[in-house]
């Protein structure tokens, strides 16, 4: 069975550049979550999705950071103009949606800005 | 007083060791309860969901104590391969929201 597919699993840019992060969630799953992991951190919770509609981006650091869902099947992060603070690791999950629904991660994109 | 938390460890335990990790949560509402494992530079990956009368499977069990608002996760006859981060995960505000996850608990199993 195919899972969450990240892509690309590694980016390295140079600050001011545009990042897209792409995500493909596992098929029949409603909803869609972007998380940005670091040491300091630990996971966070930047947007996610129901239905392909954003409910809740409170955790989008800032406008530079944006994150689109055109369809039920595909999903993007972007970051312009990305900064070095940017440099994490980036999970994408998806869930069948339901309050007692574990969620799925891909493999994450490593994400270091220069 | 953090949503979930964890201790951080590490836990440093011999092979064949029993160990257990604590995670308290702050809504005494909470439904859904899991435990993830997460591996160096690798994705968090479900361990096992955690239900209200316990459960087991294989060397791991999981238990939810409501009245205290904390779940455990024990390890038994622990292996190398157990060596992980262990992270603690509530569904905090309910209904269909996403799952607040603990910053984890760092385990490295010692031959």
């Known amino acids: 069975d195919a899972g969450v597919i990240q892509s690309p699993r590694h980016e390295v840019t140079e600050m001011g550049q545009e990042v897209t992060l792409r995500c493909k969630p596992i098929?029949?799953?409603?909803?869609l979550f972007w998380y940005r992991q670091t040491m300091m951190r630990g996971l966070e919770l930047l947007i996610y999705f129901n239905n392909n509609v954003p409910i809740d981006d409170s955790g989008m650091p800032e406008d530079r950071f944006s994150a689109k869902m055109p369809n039920a099947s595909f999903s993007t992060l972007k970051i312009q103009p990305s900064e070095p603070r940017d440099s994490a690791v980036y999970f994408c999950?998806?869930?069948?949606?339901?309050?007692?629904?574990?969620?799925?991660f891909g493999d994450g994109t490593r994400l270091s800005i220069l | 007083r953090k949503e979930v938390e964890q201790d951080p460890g590490p836990f440093n335990v011999p092979e064949g060791a029993t160990v257990a990790f604590n995670c308290t949560y702050s809504n005494s509402a909470s439904q859904s309860f899991f435990w993830y494992r997460q591996d160096c530079r690798k994705e968090p990956k479900l361990l096992m969901s955690?239900?209200?009368s316990g459960n087991e499977d294989g060397r791991f069990t999981a238990q939810l104590n409501r009245a205290s608002q904390y779940i455990s996760l024990l390890i038994r006859d622990s292996k190398l391969s157990d060596s992980a981060t262990y992270l603690c995960v509530v569904n905090i505000r309910g209904g269909n929201t996403p799952l607040v996850f603990g910053k984890g608990t760092r385990l490295s199993v010692i031959a």
């Open positions: 955690v239900y209200s």
């Open positions: 098929s029949g799953h409603n909803s």
């Open positions: 999950a998806s869930s069948p949606g339901g309050s007692n629904q574990p969620q799925h």
